[in-house]
């Protein structure tokens, strides 16, 4: 185990408990024998950490002490890499340069431990199904999702026949074959699912839809009997 997830062990063990804990318990609890315990109370103590105690009485956390972005554990790292890595290669240009952005971004506050176990994940992204060409730019409709805005596309159906409709675009799913956004249909006054490849134009109006995006989420979510997150 390297020093940094160390670090976050101890800290994630001190949120645990509420009153004071012995460096003994705290020793066990973490796996690492007492005299680096103390090493590393005194580290986190110098990053910033209000740690309270002394060898003998015991440790408590105070609150209000935000864990510092570079503080990941190994698994942490192969999860963010192994999606960014995903979004990177299927997701639209604007979404795949983000992905790669912001790893660079992780990886340059990284300590050099950690910084290795990004740089040399094993975990690969396998080659998928090609992706139908869309004819409009994804990160529009995105925005309209973002922005809660009413969309203005025209639509041509898997029979060729095309079609205006004004939606309300709430989500974006992602399949390995294809991208479907999910929405309220004005025309058809119910939920629809329109693949993007089959979206010939778009435009975002200037109208936001009168129902709060999470809130139409949830009413999908029930429509389609699909498990509500936590529930």
Request: aromatic fraction near 6%; proline fraction near 5%.
């Amino acid at each position: 185990m390297s020093r940094s997830e160390r670090l976050f062990d101890l800290l994630q063990a001190l949120r645990r408990h509420r009153r004071p804990v012995s460096g003994k318990a705290l020793a066990e609890e973490t796996g690492v024998s007492l005299r680096t315990l103390y090493r590393d109370i005194a580290s986190l103590q110098t990053q910033g950490a209000d740690i309270e105690g002394e060898p003998g009485v015991g440790y408590v956390l105070k609150p209000g002490f935000l864990l510092p972005p570079l503080m990941f554990s190994a698994e942490e790292i192969e999860a963010l890499v192994l999606g960014t890595r995903w979004v990177a290669d299927r997701a639209d240009s604007h979404l795949s340069g983000a992905a790669r952005n912001a790893l660079a971004r992780i990886a340059a506050v990284l300590p050099a431990d950690l910084r290795n176990e990004l740089d040399t994940s094993p975990l690969l992204v396998g080659p998928g199904a090609k992706l139908p060409a869309d004819s409009i730019d994804i990160a529009l409709l995105r925005t309209a999702i973002r922005m809660e805005r009413k969309l203005a596309i025209t639509y041509r159906s898997g029979s060729g026949e095309a079609s205006a409709r004004t939606i309300w675009p709430f989500a974006l799913s992602f399949f390995d074959h294809v991208r479907v956004v999910i929405g309220w249909c004005e025309l058809r006054e119910s939920f629809r699912h329109f693949r993007t490849d089959r979206i010939e134009t778009a435009a975002v109006l200037d109208i936001r839809y009168p129902r709060r995006r999470q809130a139409m989420l949830r009413a999908w979510r029930e429509a389609e009997g699909i498990p509500l997150r936590g529930a």
